[in-house]
């Protein structure tokens, strides 16, 4: 009996296997271990939404039913993301080092709310890589949704959608 030549692979990334201690993932033909220890947000997650793993870009992995997000970078070498920072999901305030104390906040705003167009992914949702209180304050405007998750992403809501590209337009766009 003659067998044709196997064809491409379907998943690109899938969880190979899980322990008390970790998962295996395959990322294209690469297999990676996330230990629990490294890599917390999964450790009391049901291997159901473990197993439910997206790759919505290149560089990117996505948990959609966890809301978590891992450049693949992060997952070859974690020990280049250390899990340093506790101050946001303690919900302590954030202090900058060098406070902007001239500069209009509002004006700050608007600018991170139109920067997030560069990183909008899923519709609504974008990275998450600006200063904690800038995003605290486009909560509590009411252009993005709740930004203290351990997501690395948020996700706008519709009005901070629109004005996020109204203002990209009006403050990056070609006059």
Same mark, same amino acid.
């Given at each position: 009996?003659?067998? /044709?030549?196997?064809? /491409?692979?379907?998943?690109?990334?899938?969880?190979?296997? $899980?322990?008390?201690?970790?998962?295996?993932?395959?990322?294209? @033909? +690469?297999?990676?271990?996330?230990?629990? #220890?490294?890599?917390?947000?999964?450790?009391?997650?049901?291997?159901?939404? $473990?197993?439910?793993?997206?790759?919505?870009?290149?560089?990117?992995?996505?948990?959609?039913?966890?809301?978590?997000?891992?450049?693949?970078?992060?997952?070859?070498?974690?020990?280049?993301?250390?899990?340093?920072?506790?101050?946001?999901?303690?919900? #302590?305030?954030? /202090?900058?080092?060098?406070?902007?104390?001239?500069?209009?906040?509002?004006? $700050?705003?608007?600018?991170?709310? /139109?920067?997030?167009?560069?990183?909008?992914? +899923?519709?609504?949702?974008?990275?998450?890589?600006? @200063?904690?209180?800038?995003?605290?304050?486009?909560?509590?405007?009411?252009?993005?949704?709740?930004?203290?998750?351990?997501?690395?992403?948020?996700?706008?809501?519709?009005?901070?959608?629109?004005?996020?590209?109204?203002?990209?337009?009006?403050?990056?766009?070609?006059?």
């Amino acid at each position: 009996m003659t067998f /044709a030549a196997r064809g /491409a692979g379907t998943s690109v990334v899938e969880v190979t296997n $899980i322990s008390q201690h970790g998962f295996w993932l395959l990322i294209d @033909d +690469q297999e990676v271990f996330l230990p629990f #220890e490294t890599f917390p947000w999964f450790k009391d997650a049901p291997v159901g939404k $473990i197993l439910h793993v997206e790759l919505p870009s290149a560089h990117h992995l996505y948990w959609p039913d966890l809301d978590i997000d891992l450049e693949i970078e992060s997952v070859y070498h974690p020990e280049r993301y250390p899990l340093a920072s506790t101050v946001h999901e303690a919900r #302590e305030g954030y /202090a900058a080092s060098e406070q902007v104390v001239d500069g209009d906040r509002d004006l $700050i705003d608007d600018c991170v709310l /139109a920067l997030l167009q560069l990183t909008l992914h +899923q519709g609504a949702r974008a990275w998450k890589g600006f @200063d904690y209180e800038v995003m605290d304050r486009l909560f509590k405007k009411g252009f993005l949704l709740d930004p203290r998750n351990r997501a690395k992403s948020i996700v706008l809501t519709e009005e901070g959608l629109a004005r996020s590209e109204r203002l990209f337009g009006e403050l990056f766009g070609k006059k």
